[in-house]
């Protein structure tokens, strides 16, 4: 059949441009929309164009802020000597949910790719030098994807980091917490058993 | 942590009140949008604001349209003689995409579910039975879901039809296609029992 209405096929199709929506459950929010008085509706996309003009990348991580420098870079209780090197800014999100960690961030944008043309140029790994060479850094951890590229980029900033005198870590690759032996895959339980600590 | 941009914060909180969205694709949404220029964001902004202001419900079966009648009633290819009666209007959509069914479709706009306030008069049950009562008739379908509402709905239309004179079917309740017996839950293989067809 020809779809019911133009303008709900154009917003089903807007939403599942986004990540994890498919074309049911976009449907499925269309309709949702058209139940929605108009105040819910602008507040919703007032929340969008807000966050456009609005949102600013730290300009010491490179984090997520909404000022020039972000909530974690300007806490004066967090570790200053201990910096945890990401590939996007959602992963300090995802790092702060589970707790533990107390210094601070850099957020490279990305990961070195050369079939998607992404060198070490293209990231931000000058300002993290730099910040590695401005002294009283006990430790970088790197905290990339176990990936070809997260692994890549992970060894690569690893040889530029050495010749500074800066201890450099990498977040451990392993079976996940509650996983079963049995079901893990074989290149994980490899990584594992390299990996293995002693008791 | 404190979040590290209320605007990010706030897009999250919206697209998790969505139907389907948890708070981790809220937010994984969030970034994505970060990402889209400016025209991307005022193209899904346009069409979801389009959406509201232009939308129509169909004057004679209350679908989704985009004029007066919707391209349903009004394509004079389908059979008049028939009427499928469905919850919401997103039912049609469902029905049409299984293919099949060449007649024309009344919403209901709800099912009757006193828990919930909703009696007869709050559907669109009126104007059905005038439908009903002005003749060429040869069927209503009653396509509702398996459910308490859905089977009192049902009962409860059947009643009011009977005495015009139409006759009045309900959609098969059973075993879902595909689906191995001993996984089915008992209602459905009662219902299936029940419902047997000779062959």
């Known amino acids: 059949m020809a779809a019911p209405s133009h303008y709900l096929e154009r917003v089903t199709r807007e939403f599942s441009k986004l990540p994890g929506i498919g074309s049911k459950s976009a449907s499925r929010i269309a309709f949702h929309l058209l139940k929605l008085g108009k105040g819910d509706i602008d507040t ?20 997520i802020s909404d000022s020039e420098t972000c909530s974690i870079c300007s806490d004066v209780g967090r570790d200053k000597g201990i910096i945890c090197v990401v590939e996007g800014a959602r992963d300090i999100l995802t790092i702060e949910a589970a707790g533990g960690f107390n210094g601070l961030y ?66 451990a690759h392993g079976l996940p917490v509650g996983s079963d032996l049995e079901y893990v895959d074989s290149a994980t339980i490899a990584k594992s058993m390299e990996g293995r600590v002693r008791i």
Chains 1, 2 share one sequence.
């Not at 919703?44 to 984090?63: M, P, V, W, Y």
């Open 106 to 171: 850099h957020v490279l944008s990305g990961l070195i790719s050369p079939l998607d043309g992404v060198g070490p140029d293209d990231l931000n790994i000058n300002k993290l030098i730099r910040r590695c060479g401005a002294g009283n850094l006990s430790e970088i951890i790197l905290a990339l994807s176990p990936t070809i590229e997260g692994d890549a980029t992970t060894l690569y900033l690893a040889s530029l980091i050495a010749p500074i005198g800066v201890s450099i870590t990498r977040i």
């Open 44 to 63: 919703f996309i007032r929340s969008i164009t807000d966050l456009k003009e609005n949102i600013r990348f730290c300009s010491i991580c490179g984090g």
